[in-house]
């Protein structure tokens, strides 16, 4: 059975930074792309970005990128979404997901998610 | 960016009825590639339709998608209780991937 598990729930002060982690299991880790998704409490779905853990090849989102940092450690099969001067905005449900295949278009990756971490909720408050 | 619009943004059904939930890219999307989540309170949002139509695995056959170019939809037959949740459409015809607002099914 596919799993993907999240790290807790986190809470911090607006400039600070956290990481959150996401364990894979139940499949072969290194070989599916994992996407970040983030929600804001009330509201709707925005994708952040992938990365492929085999050769921790990344793409952000337009409006993510400079904003977030995705990283991976393949050997203990846990990707990590990297949130830095944090601001009250980014409080948000954050969820890890894996991408079952993609599809390459004019060099972009894309694809949707089959299976999602249960997210970790993350609130800025100072 | 490819922006979607899901309407309506509630749907107020008795058990056993039948959800007709629509979704409407600025563009068209590439291949049909559009997919539908299910996220009920309180849980991770779950793949129910990928492709505009082919159910992912486990997904009861009441669900069903439809669709191409700008228009899709996604029909429940015969509700369950199980089924009233928020549902959202996903594009992935084009970089950036985007998601839709979201509808919610409710109890009549």
């Known amino acids: 059975e596919v799993q993907l598990v999240q790290s807790g729930a986190e809470v911090r002060k607006p400039g600070e930074s956290l990481k959150i982690s996401c364990y894979g299991s139940g499949y072969s880790f290194s070989t599916y792309w994992i996407g970040w998704v983030r929600q804001v409490p009330g509201k709707g779905l925005e994708w952040m970005g992938f990365i492929y853990p085999a050769d921790s090849d990344t793409r952000y989102s337009p409006s993510f990128q400079g904003q977030a940092t995705i990283s991976v450690d393949k050997s203990i099969t846990t990707a990590y979404l990297q949130l830095s001067s944090l601001k009250a905005s980014d409080t948000a449900m954050y969820y890890c997901?894996?991408?079952?295949?993609?599809?390459?278009?004019?060099?972009?990756?894309?694809?949707?998610?089959?299976?999602w971490g249960q997210g970790t909720l993350v609130t800025v408050s100072s | 960016e490819s922006v979607l619009t899901q309407s309506p943004d509630t749907l107020s059904l008795s058990p056993g009825g039948r959800a007709t939930l629509s979704c409407r890219a600025s563009q068209s999307v590439r291949s049909n590639y559009l997919a539908w989540y299910q996220q009920k309170p309180g849980q991770a949002p779950r793949l129910l339709i990928y492709?505009?139509?082919s159910r992912a695995t486990g997904i009861p056959d009441r669900f069903s998608g439809s669709g191409s170019g700008t228009d899709f939809t996604l029909t429940i037959s015969g509700l369950e209780p199980e089924d009233f949740a928020v549902y959202y459409c996903q594009q992935y015809g084009s970089s950036p991937l985007t998601f839709g607002g979201g509808t919610k099914v409710e109890i009549k």
């Open positions: 997901a894996r991408v079952p295949y993609i599809v390459v278009l004019s060099g972009t990756i894309n694809s949707f998610f089959d299976s």
């Open positions: 492709g505009a139509s």
